[in-house]
């Protein structure tokens, strides 16, 4: 997951330096656009682009390797049992955390 992580943001500041056309100052003006709060539509186009084709190709990866990507309402949520737990801590008591 930290691999689609890096990728996806090396590849959208590579797109935004791309489109700034060796101009420092266009660079600039897009890298202070962003926030910790930005959205999707904020970014700019490069990057925006950028960001969807890594995060496509990274769910077509996983799919790849077996897992299965689908919307949350049509997963059921599994409890795990106090057998479970104990099997997986089995130094640890259920009541204690």
């Known amino acids: ?3 689609i992580l890096a990728s996806s943001i090396t590849e959208a500041l590579d797109s935004m330096k791309k489109s700034a056309n060796g101009m420092p100052n266009v660079l600039l003006r897009d890298i202070q656009s962003i926030h910790v ?3 999707l539509d904020e970014l700019p186009d490069s990057a925006k682009g950028a960001i ?3 995060v496509s190709s990274a769910l077509s990866r996983l799919q790849a390797e077996g897992f299965v990507i ?3 309402e049509f997963v059921t949520p599994v409890k795990a049992t106090a057998a479970a737990h104990r ?3 089995p130094n640890q ?4 955390r």
């Open 52 to 54: 969807l084709n890594c």
């Open 37 to 39: 709060n930005s959205t």
């Open 1 to 3: 997951m930290t691999d």
């Open 87 to 89: 099997k997986r801590n």
């Open 70 to 72: 689908t919307k949350k």
């Open 93 to 96: 008591s259920p009541n204690r």
